[in-house]
């Protein structure tokens, strides 16, 4: 049974390259604790927004979206890094309680 989750470095990025980019676990591979689905949803609203922001202007509409994509998905991806190492703690029962009171975020 394999014992390791596969993430992408929190915070990574790229430089723009003209034409392409990437969405969803793609881009921000990350713990599976509930954002990469709804981070990948919000990657092709935020294209599809940018896009339309920027007819005919391809390189524009990319900048833009990464540009907001990086910084989202990164706070997503520190969170759920850190709510992945909560888990796998010996005293994850305890941190996990702890979490979920209202002062324990
Ligand atoms: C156990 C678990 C629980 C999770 N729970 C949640 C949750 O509660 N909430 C949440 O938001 N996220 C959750 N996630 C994360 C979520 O599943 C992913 O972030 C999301 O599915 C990413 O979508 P995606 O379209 O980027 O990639 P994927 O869903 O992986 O889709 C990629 C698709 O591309 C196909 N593909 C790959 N290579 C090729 C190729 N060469 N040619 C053609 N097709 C190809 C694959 O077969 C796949 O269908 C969970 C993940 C796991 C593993």
């Keep these: 049974m394999p014992r390791a989750i596969t993430t992408l470095p929190v915070g990574v990025t790229?430089?723009?390259k003209p034409g392409v980019t990437l969405l969803g676990d793609a881009a921000h591979l990350m713990p599976p604790v509930g954002q990469g689905a709804n981070m990948a949803l919000l990657d092709g609203a935020r294209l599809g927004q940018a896009l339309a922001a920027h007819p005919g202007d391809?390189?524009?509409a990319v900048?833009?979206?990464e540009r907001e994509?990086?910084?989202r998905t990164s706070a997503?991806?520190?969170?759920s890094a850190?709510?992945?190492e909560?888990?796998?703690a010996p005293d994850a029962a305890r941190r996990?309680?702890?979490f979920f009171q209202p002062s324990g975020r």
Excluded: G, S, V
């Design 82 to 84: 850190r709510i992945q």
């Design 69 to 71: 994509m990086f910084e």
């Design 96 to 98: 996990m309680l702890a």
């Design 58 to 60: 391809l390189a524009a």
């Design 86 to 88: 909560m888990l796998a």
């Design 14 to 16: 790229w430089p723009a």
């Design 63 to 65: 900048e833009e979206y």
């Design 76 to 79: 997503a991806a520190r969170h």
